[in-house]
């Protein structure tokens, strides 16, 4: 009897545990796969790790579940729309694989509302990111993490030792990968609803081996806990985006000219404008796609101070329609989620002009109707954002009004960029803060309205 159970136990070990290690759920084989306990709170790496604690809560992802606009979007919008169409169940439970992790992997789907004290709460905490091994897919998309939530901390040196727990320096958490299997999303439709760790890699950044880490994690000389010895490139836990003015402003340079000094009244001018994301390791905007506008505004302003609005001149691409501001109503599959059968639809844009370019991707739902709602994307409109590194050029033709006074005519383009769009936003209640115009830049030049 004894060599039988010898040789199970030696199959056990040899082969079983290996491959449990290697066939570590990820995806949708996360949920349920563990339990909350399994992870450590952050207030518990804050008693060491203080500074990072510190500005990690100021992170968005550290609120990712319990961020005013994602609490609406996901019980106003995603769960009921799930409960009315089955086949996005799937997907409105995936939405807490990357929002509330611990909640996913704690099978605890939907999760209790935010701030009712469950554990959802903690959002994309330290003890995610620091245990996470690898992804199962390739590229990484959709929580395809595996992890390991236990005593080890991966980090980015090697030999360190802290009382708490051990450490190891590790691939993975060093690489985009890491950053991708959250921020590259494919929907139940298959469409791409994220690719920020795609646009980055087809990009030039990665060519340069600018990782993502570089731009939102920069390293400054400092300590990375309470008892360590001082480094020179300690890695910041900032990750500002779209929610930080400072990130956003000067992204895109811009530069503005008229195609000719002097201009008799009645007669046109072309002005030209020049954008170039010179700050961006990816397209601006990114991620959110659906719902961020970045848009281009050019007024001339005559020598008496009146002021004219210049619509954008159209270049001809198909989808292009998209890319012009406009009031038409869009977004009705809305009413559908919300339950409301006379429901119209809201302003597409809500913008302050019409003809105005908007930098943008638009998502179609089933029936091609513009949508804010990822899940319920059926394609992609043309994409007329701006690449790292590109620069795109839109032009205004203005014929002068012929009692225009003479003199000198300035010239003004000003970028502006919004997280949501506000007519949704205002709909749905969503505090003012995600609808506010960003500044993003602003150029001058001019020209001299002349009698010849
Ligand atoms: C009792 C104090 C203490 C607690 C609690 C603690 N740590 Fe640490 N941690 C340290 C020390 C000390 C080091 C080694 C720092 C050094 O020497 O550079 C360290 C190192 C690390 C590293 C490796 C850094 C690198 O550069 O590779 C990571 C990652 C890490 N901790 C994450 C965490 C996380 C996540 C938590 C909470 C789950 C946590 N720590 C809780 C003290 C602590
Ligand atoms: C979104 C993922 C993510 C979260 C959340 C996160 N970290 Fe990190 N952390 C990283 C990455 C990535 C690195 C390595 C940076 C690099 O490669 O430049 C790192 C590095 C570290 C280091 C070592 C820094 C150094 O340069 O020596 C420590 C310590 C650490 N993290 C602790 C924490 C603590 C504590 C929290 C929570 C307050 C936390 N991390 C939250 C991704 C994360
Ligand atoms: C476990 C999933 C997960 C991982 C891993 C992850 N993120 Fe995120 N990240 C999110 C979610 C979810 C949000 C959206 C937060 C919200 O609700 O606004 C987000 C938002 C962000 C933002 C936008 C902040 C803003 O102001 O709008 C930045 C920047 C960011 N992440 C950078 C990173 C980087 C860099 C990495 C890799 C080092 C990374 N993330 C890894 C899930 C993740
Ligand atoms: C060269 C620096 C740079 C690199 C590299 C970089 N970013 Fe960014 N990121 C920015 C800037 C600047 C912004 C603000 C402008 C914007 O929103 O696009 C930003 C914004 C973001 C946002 C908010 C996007 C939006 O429009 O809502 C996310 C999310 C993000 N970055 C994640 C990442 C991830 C993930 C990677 C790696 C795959 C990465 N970034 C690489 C500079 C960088
Ligand atoms: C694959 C990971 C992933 C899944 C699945 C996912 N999200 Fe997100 N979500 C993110 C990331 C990353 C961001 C931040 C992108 C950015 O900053 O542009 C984000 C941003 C958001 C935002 C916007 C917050 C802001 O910054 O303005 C809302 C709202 C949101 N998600 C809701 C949902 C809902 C509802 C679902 C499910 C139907 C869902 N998400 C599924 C990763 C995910």
Same mark, same amino acid.
């Given at each position: 009897m004894f060599p039988v159970r010898y040789v199970i136990t030696a199959l056990l070990l040899f082969c079983v545990i290996p491959i449990q290690a290697q066939d570590r759920p990820w995806g949708d084989a996360l949920k349920g796969s563990g339990s909350y306990d399994d992870f450590e709170k952050p207030e518990r790496c804050a008693s060491c790790h203080k500074d990072f604690a510190r500005q990690y809560e100021q992170a968005m992802m550290s609120q990712a579940y319990t961020h005013s606009w994602d609490e609406i979007e996901y019980f106003k919008l995603a769960v009921p729309h799930s409960q009315k169409d089955p086949k996005f169940k799937d997907a409105q439970e995936g939405c807490n694989g990357c929002h509330a992790p611990l909640a996913y992997i704690a099978g605890d789907v939907p999760p209790p509302k935010p701030f009712t004290g469950s554990r959802a709460d903690e959002s994309v905490s330290c003890d995610v990111c620091h245990t996470i091994t690898g992804s199962g897919a390739e590229p990484p998309v959709n929580y395809s993490f595996t992890i390991e939530p236990g005593r080890t901390k991966l980090?980015?040196?090697?030999? +360190?030792?802290?009382?708490?727990?051990?450490?190891?320096?590790?691939?993975?958490?060093?690489?985009?990968? +890491?950053?991708?299997?959250?921020?590259?999303?494919?929907?139940?439709f298959d469409v791409w609803v994220k690719s920020t760790q795609l646009e980055w890699k087809?990009?030039?950044?990665?060519?340069?081996?600018?990782?993502?880490?570089?731009?939102?994690?920069?390293?400054?000389?400092?300590?990375?806990?309470?008892?360590?010895?001082?480094?020179?490139?300690?890695?910041?836990?900032?990750?500002?985006?779209?929610?930080?003015?400072?990130?956003?402003?000067?992204?895109?340079? +811009?530069?503005?000219?008229?195609?000719?000094?002097a201009v008799v009244p009645g007669e046109q001018l072309k002005i030209s404008v020049v954008c170039y994301n010179h700050k961006a390791g990816h397209k601006?905007?990114?991620?959110?796609?659906?719902?961020?506008? +970045?848009?281009?505004?050019?007024?001339?302003?005559?020598?008496?101070?009146?002021?004219?609005?210049?619509?954008?001149?159209?270049?001809?691409?198909?989808?292009?329609?998209?890319?012009?501001?406009?009031?038409?109503?869009?977004f009705q599959d809305m009413g559908y989620m919300l339950d409301e059968p006379d429901f119209k639809g809201l302003p597409r844009d809500a913008l302050p002009y019409e003809g105005d370019r908007v930098f943008r991707m638009a998502y179609f739902d089933p029936q091609d109707r513009m949508t804010i709602a990822q899940w319920n994307t059926a394609r992609l409109g043309v994409d007329y954002r701006i690449g790292p590194r590109e620069a795109k050029i839109e032009t205004y033709t203005w014929k002068l009004p012929a009692d225009l006074p003479l003199g000198r005519v300035r010239i003004v383009a000003e970028m502006q960029y919004r997280r949501l769009i506000k007519s949704v936003g205002d709909y749905l209640g969503v505090p003012e803060e995600e609808t506010k115009a960003e500044f993003i830049n602003r150029a001058e030049s001019w020209f001299e309205a002349v009698d010849y």
């Open positions: 980090g980015n040196r090697d030999g +360190l030792e802290s009382p708490h727990h051990n450490t190891k320096k590790h691939d993975f958490t060093v690489s985009t990968e +890491l950053c991708g299997s959250c921020h590259n999303e494919k929907n139940p087809e990009g030039p950044y990665s060519k340069d081996g600018v990782r993502c880490q570089d731009c939102h994690m920069p390293g400054a000389k400092g300590r990375n806990s309470i008892m360590s010895k001082e480094y020179d490139d300690v890695a910041q836990h900032m990750f500002t985006g779209a929610h930080s003015p400072a990130r956003l402003a000067g992204t895109v340079e +811009l530069a503005v000219h008229p195609d000719v000094r601006i905007p990114s991620g959110s796609v659906e719902e961020r506008q +970045l848009w281009l505004t050019v007024k001339v302003h005559d020598s008496q101070g009146k002021e004219y609005h210049l619509p954008v001149d159209r270049k001809g691409f198909e989808g292009e329609d998209y890319t012009i501001s406009s009031n038409e109503l869009a």
